[in-house]
């Protein structure tokens, strides 16, 4: 199923700073996400009926919305430099 980012809510935003990978575990869902030095993204939550939030958790980075997995390594999804 195609999702647009307008279906979800930012839930938080995260920022490498160091020099090395940061790891981000989003335990109850058995997912990874790895955070090379100087990349951020935003976790990305949908809405669902009543207070609670789907599980369904994805990611925004470099304006691209992928599903949280394990692992999900965002220099893989970087765009070409150059």
Excluded: C, W
């Amino acid at each position: 199923m195609n999702r647009t980012s307008s279906e979800f809510i930012t839930v938080a935003h995260f920022k490498n700073n160091t020099a090395r990978d940061r790891r981000l575990f989003l335990e109850m869902l058995g997912a990874e996400i790895v955070i090379s030095p100087g990349q951020s993204v935003e976790l990305l939550a949908r809405p669902s009926e009543g207070r609670e939030f789907d599980p369904d958790l994805h990611v925004r980075f470099e304006g691209r919305l992928m599903a949280a997995g394990y692992p999900t390594v965002l220099s893989d999804h970087e765009a070409p430099r150059g």
